[in-house]
């Protein structure tokens, strides 16, 4: 059973920066995608970020890009999402997600993924 585990989430004002960790168990991490999502209040689920850790591939969606940056560390079985110059905007709760590496959908359909995570609240003050 996979199971992924999010930290790092916190309370920061604008231009702050946060780390998110997500340490994926129960799959085989090189042949994953894994996945960041938030969620707004009153909003639909986003694709933030997303990595295949077997084959070095990276994507950032283009509302954050140049400010967040996705990496991992393979042999730790983690994703990290790492956040700077955050602001209010941001304010969601993350979720990372895992799925497997050949499944069909582009990185940003949550389809694709079939596993997820608790989720980490962020909060960015003006």
């Known amino acids: 059973q996979v199971q992924l585990m999010e930290s790092g989430g916190g309370s920061v004002q604008t231009g702050g920066s946060l780390r998110l960790s997500c340490v994926a168990t129960g799959l085989t991490f090189r042949r994953s995608c894994m996945g960041w999502f938030r969620q707004a209040p009153g909003r639909e689920r986003e694709p933030v970020a997303a990595l295949y850790p077997g084959l070095g591939e990276r994507y950032v969606a283009d509302s954050v890009n140049g400010r967040f940056a996705i990496s991992s560390d393979n042999a730790k079985n983690t994703v990290y999402l790492q956040m700077d110059n955050l602001i209010p905007e941001d304010t969601a709760m993350y979720y990372c997600?895992?799925?497997?590496?050949?499944?069909?959908?582009?990185?940003?359909?949550?389809?694709?993924?079939?596993?997820w995570g608790q989720g980490t609240q962020v909060t960015v003050s003006p």
């Open positions: 997600a895992a799925g497997p590496q050949a499944a069909a959908g582009r990185w940003t359909s949550d389809y694709r993924y079939n596993a």
